[in-house]
């Protein structure tokens, strides 16, 4: 059993759970075959700050009529505990328990023609810290059939910008890769008209909110659809944990207006029951 989370944890699941029901309904009627993918897909009981424990993603997913599921999980003795858990409760053949780095599993996804193969799928990244680079969401992307939630870990991401901009090389190589851009440091950071005693340009960090906005924009850039009702969560200091996205790589408008709709849904829903 993991344990970490608190209020947020709940919420994420809850939303992505809401998504793969009204997917699945959506498409029952439909030709294709659904697969499902979690990224972090973790032991499937998770106890939460409170001492309750509850189901986890991967758990939650086989509620749901999936032709194909493929949990990954980067610890070998937490994928264990996910087979155990799950054993029995599904036919084995639709299920692929993968002992891997997410980024070696899906920096290969756009090798297989799904398209053509007629698939059509789900994608939750819920990344532990800065793990997942931003390379990995543009081969999803161009797989043009899965609908992606990505919990982006927002505080990790903060905690590497300092407010003076003065960022560390190991830092600034892993904030290269999780946004997928070099690009960062002239958005989040301002030029100060101030000078320190050495003469050095002072940086001005920007909020949270130009933050956001440039996580989203990044979004837009490498998927055709993106909800721009992203819920960031915070924690019982309101202090932002982490930000909730949906993005869509179907170009189809039919599937983009539909997905967008649902996604909309779900996190204004979100937005309401969180106050934020």
């Excluded at 599937?255 to 937005?271: C, E, F, G, V, W």
Aim: charged content about 25%; aromatic content about 12%; overall charge neutral.
């Amino acid at each position: 059993m993991q344990e970490f989370g608190s209020v947020w944890t709940i919420s994420k699941l809850n939303a992505v759970e809401n998504y793969l029901h009204f997917y699945t309904n959506a498409l029952k009627n439909q030709k294709y075959k659904l697969c499902y993918i979690d990224a972090f897909a973790g032991s499937g009981t998770i106890k939460i700050k409170s001492g309750d424990e509850i189901e986890g993603s991967a758990v939650r997913s086989l509620k749901y009529p999936f032709d194909k599921y493929h949990f990954l999980e980067a610890d070998q003795h937490i994928i264990e505990l996910l087979e155990k858990k799950i054993s029995g409760m599904i036919d084995y053949k639709d299920v692929e328990f993968h002992n891997t780095d997410c980024n070696s599993f899906l920096l290969k996804i756009d090798k297989t023609d799904w398209l053509k193969d007629n698939w059509r799928g789900v994608v939750f990244l819920d990344p532990y810290a800065m793990d997942l680079e931003w390379e990995c969401l543009n081969k999803i992307s161009a797989t043009k059939i899965f609908d992606v939630w990505y919990l982006f870990p927002f505080m990790a991401v903060n905690r590497n910008l300092p407010k003076n901009g003065k960022i560390l090389p190991a830092s600034r190589e892993r904030l290269n890769r999780i946004l997928g851009t070099m690009d960062w440091q002239n958005i989040i950071y301002l030029d100060s008209p101030q000078f320190s005693l050495f003469n050095e340009k002072i940086y001005q960090k920007e909020n949270v909110d130009t933050i956001q906005n440039f996580i989203l924009s990044r979004l837009k850039r490498t998927f055709p659809t993106v909800s721009e009702k992203a819920v960031l969560l915070k924690n019982e200091r309101n202090s932002p944990q982490f930000l909730l996205c949906f993005a869509g790589s179907n170009p189809s408008g039919a599937a983009r207006k539909l997905s967008l709709k649902a996604a909309d849904y779900i996190l204004t829903n979100m937005r309401d029951e969180n106050g934020t």
